[in-house]
């Protein structure tokens, strides 16, 4: 099917499946129905209102689309799931949110981009893989060299058995040639299996980096995101900036009027004061975990509050729903079993001052 008759149809299907927003007319002319979405002046008398099907989407004074209008808010922290969204970057999954009604979008870096800590990571994971390979590799050449040879030892006790001419020792050679032939073949078997596998492993191995690779180039240079809001709609983003020394990147959805976040100042919480991260870790849209503010580490914001992968990104929030931090996954969380870190948002504000006004 030629490429410009497969879009019409493509186009002529999206056309047919979106909601009509205003009132459409349908009249007869020659035996023929016919549609407009106003009625034709030498036909008024004979075309018929037809009804709407669907619901305008509300809009602002500024003529820009108002976002989540309905989505429910029965408490402030409700309410900040309805400015985090889920990023989906080239390489998986992560956290943002809303930080001004014209669409700016706080994440990490790392959602969108691959960072030095995270090349560092994967060189170690890849070195590692590779040198168990090539020890595998090693430890099957030398396991087929001891079959090779146990295959010549069995080859000349079968020839010794057939040239033996006492009755007696033949029969005992035979016997040991079966019992050995046996052995050979069960080990020569399993050596077979494991092999097979391990070459089958090996090859989706290096299938699976080289399409990580690939993928991972793709995203560092991409510039356009997608986003999943808390009512499940999914939109496209632009990269606005990303932060040369932290984890932190500044995403924009044009067009819309969004729910945006207040601040809260990091500095002025209290130890022991409830806190909530949200997130999509594992896919899981609008997720929350609470916890208390535990103190700060080396300039990250501490809780107990769990944040997961996936939770990369998204805000932390006081019970009255401001964020005062940027969820983020870092090493240092495996230290500490059951705490978690988060950017203080003032230093978001404060890179990228250009965008944002607090």
Same mark, same amino acid.
């Given at each position: 099917?030629?490429?410009?008759?497969?879009?019409?149809?493509?186009?002529?299907?999206?056309?047919?499946?979106?909601?009509?927003?205003?009132?459409?007319?349908?009249?007869?002319?020659?035996?023929?129905?016919?549609?407009?979405?106003?009625?034709?002046?030498?036909?008024?008398?004979?075309?018929?209102?037809?009804?709407?099907?669907g619901?305008p989407?509300? &809009?602002t *004074?500024?003529?820009? +689309?108002?976002?989540?209008?309905?989505?429910? =808010? /029965?408490?402030?922290?409700? @309410?900040?799931?309805?400015?985090?969204?889920?990023?989906?970057?080239?390489?998986?999954?992560?956290?943002?949110?809303?930080?001004?009604?014209?669409?700016?979008?706080?994440?990490?870096k790392?959602?969108?981009?691959?960072?030095?800590?995270?090349?560092?990571?994967?060189?170690?994971?890849?070195?590692?893989?590779?040198?168990?390979?090539?020890t595998?590799?090693?430890?099957?050449?030398?396991?087929?060299?001891?079959?090779?040879?146990?295959?010549?030892?069995?080859?000349?006790?079968?020839?010794?058995?057939?040239?033996?001419?006492?009755?007696?020792?033949?029969?005992s050679?035979?016997?040991?040639?079966?019992? &050995?032939? *046996?052995?050979?073949? +069960?080990?020569?078997?399993?050596?077979?299996? =494991? /092999?097979?596998?391990f070459? @089958?492993?090996?090859?989706?191995?290096?299938?699976?980096?080289?399409?990580?690779?690939?993928?991972?180039?793709?995203?560092?240079?991409?510039?356009?995101?997608?986003?999943?809001?808390?009512?499940?709609?999914?939109?496209?983003?632009?990269?606005?900036?990303?932060?040369?020394?932290?984890?932190?990147?500044?995403?924009?959805?044009?067009?819309?009027?969004?729910?945006?976040?207040?601040?809260?100042?990091?500095?002025?919480?209290?130890?022991?004061?409830?806190?909530?991260?949200?997130?999509?870790?594992?896919?899981?849209?609008?997720s929350?975990?609470?916890?208390?503010?535990?103190?700060?580490?080396?300039?990250?914001?501490?809780?107990?509050a769990?944040?997961?992968?996936?939770?990369?990104?998204?805000p932390?929030?006081t019970?009255?729903?401001?964020?005062?931090?940027?969820?983020?996954?870092?090493?240092?969380?495996?230290?500490?079993?059951?705490?978690g870190?988060?950017?203080?948002?003032?230093?978001?504000?404060?890179?990228f001052?250009?965008?944002?006004?607090?």
């Amino acid at each position: 099917m030629p490429m410009i008759r497969l879009s019409l149809i493509v186009l002529i299907l999206v056309f047919i499946a979106l909601p009509c927003q205003a009132k459409i007319y349908k009249y007869k002319k020659n035996g023929v129905w016919v549609f407009t979405d106003s009625p034709p002046k030498d036909e008024v008398g004979q075309s018929e209102t037809m009804e709407e099907s669907g619901r305008p989407v509300p &809009r602002t *004074k500024s003529g820009r +689309t108002l976002l989540l209008k309905d989505y429910p =808010r /029965r408490s402030p922290v409700e @309410a900040a799931t309805a400015a985090t969204v889920a990023v989906k970057g080239g390489l998986g999954y992560g956290s943002g949110f809303f930080v001004s009604t014209d669409g700016y979008i706080l994440t990490n870096k790392h959602v969108i981009r691959t960072t030095k800590s995270q090349e560092k990571q994967e060189s170690q994971v890849f070195n590692m893989v590779d040198d168990r390979i090539v020890t595998l590799q090693r430890q099957f050449t030398a396991e087929k060299a001891k079959l090779d040879s146990y295959a010549a030892d069995l080859k000349q006790l079968k020839s010794l058995a057939d040239r033996e001419r006492d009755s007696a020792r033949k029969r005992s050679y035979k016997a040991e040639y079966a019992y &050995r032939l *046996k052995k050979y073949e +069960t080990w020569k078997t399993d050596y077979n299996r =494991r /092999r097979k596998k391990f070459d @089958a492993q090996e090859r989706e191995y290096h299938f699976k980096r080289a399409d990580y690779r690939y993928k991972k180039s793709v995203a560092n240079l991409s510039k356009s995101f997608a986003i999943i809001l808390a009512d499940k709609t999914e939109l496209n983003v632009r990269l606005v900036a990303t932060s040369p020394t932290h984890d932190l990147a500044l995403l924009k959805l044009d067009g819309y009027k969004t729910p945006a976040l207040q601040t809260f100042n990091s500095r002025a919480l209290v130890p022991g004061g409830p806190l909530y991260a949200v997130g999509s870790p594992a896919r899981l849209n609008n997720s929350v975990t609470a916890g208390i503010f535990s103190g700060y580490e080396k300039g990250f914001v501490q809780t107990n509050a769990q944040i997961y992968p996936g939770n990369s990104g998204g805000p932390l929030v006081t019970q009255a729903g401001r964020v005062v931090g940027i969820n983020t996954f870092k090493q240092l969380t495996r230290k500490y079993e059951g705490l978690g870190f988060a950017i203080p948002i003032e230093r978001a504000y404060r890179e990228f001052s250009r965008y944002l006004k607090q």
